[in-house]
């Protein structure tokens, strides 16, 4: 079974999504974007089978959202797509790409909705939050 995590090291919620998809018992293919960005048509692919927008799919915190001027109503799916290829740090993390789906992973216990198979144990967030329990069922 193929799974794919487009993934921020950096990140707690990347972290979390990728132990969550461990705790399933899978070892996904770990794409780390900021290197190796998704190609146009990947990411212009992912962000739809995601079920979101261009707009919806961009990172403002912690990116040059503002400095390039992104928030511009008036700037097109293509011109967004060309930002985030150009500054990868933009593309919102992390995604997640699965044979039941596509999703972007914000909060990461959204990963559990494509996982194929179920949480083999009980899962707590780096923050504390328990979202698995013993018997690898979502708690809330």
Known sequence: MSVTIYHNPACGTSRNTLAMIRNAGIEPEIIEYLEHPPAREQL????????????????????????????????????????????????????????????LCRPSEVVLDILPSRQQGEFTKEDGERIVDADGRRVH
């Open 44 to 103: 212009k692919s992912m962000i739809a089978s995601a079920g979101l927008t261009v707009r919806e799919a961009i990172r403002e915190k912690g990116t040059p959202y503002a400095e390039l001027g992104l928030a511009d109503a008036s700037l097109t799916d293509d011109q967004l797509l060309d930002a985030m290829l150009a500054h990868p740090i933009l593309i919102n993390r992390p995604f997640v790409v699965t044979p039941l789906g596509v999703r």
